[in-house]
């Protein structure tokens, strides 16, 4: 009888951390959050030039990797990835980590436009209107030959924002989202 207690407490104990680290969503990163209200231009003490934007593009380590050798400034979570940026004169790095810090995807954007830039923009537009305003936006889905994945572009700005835009099956502007760097 006593026995059956024991292996009943170490089953609940067992169950306990189980679900616990479920809760946690399987990440032990140590790098904290960046407060939502803030930007990358708020958050970063470091203004990176060229030459060191383009060794952390092609930096291939863990997060934390990455932060030992370039702290980070800010740091965002989506869903289970984790979104890095450095603060260039004119550019930013973007880098995408899943959520146990292993490297996803790294970009250098120019960050010539302003959040205003897209102001005009609503749903019903095409996206040759877009770009007409921001050429150098990311489009990924226009290369990728498929139809079957969500068709956005994004687009960094010099303020500190990131404006994603969703377009339907015809290239015509569904969705607009802002959201700090």
């Not at 990131?162 to 377009?167: M, R």
Request: aromatic share 10%; proline share 2%.
């Amino acid at each position: 009888m006593r026995l059956n207690k024991i292996l009943a407490l170490i089953s609940i104990i067992m169950l306990l951390f189980l679900l616990w680290s479920c809760d946690k969503g399987g990440s032990d990163l140590n790098i904290e959050i960046s407060p939502l209200d803030k930007s990358l231009l708020d958050l970063a003490t470091t203004i990176y030039d060229e030459s060191q934007l383009s060794k952390i593009v092609k930096f291939n380590g863990s997060i934390d990797e990455l932060n030992d050798q370039y702290p980070i400034e800010c740091l965002r979570k989506d869903n289970d990835t984790y979104r890095v940026a450095y603060l260039g004169d004119g550019s930013i790095v973007v880098l995408l980590f899943d959520n146990y810090g292993n490297r996803l995807f790294g970009h250098i954007y120019n960050t010539q436009l302003l959040k205003s830039d897209f102001e005009g923009l609503i749903k019903g537009q095409s996206l040759e209107e877009v770009r007409r305003i921001d050429p150098n936006g990311e489009y990924l889905f226009l290369y990728t030959g498929r139809n079957d994945t969500p068709k956005v572009s994004s687009h960094y700005t010099k303020d500190g924002y990131l404006i994603t835009i969703e377009y339907d099956i015809s290239n015509i502007i569904i969705s607009i989202n802002e959201k700090l760097i």
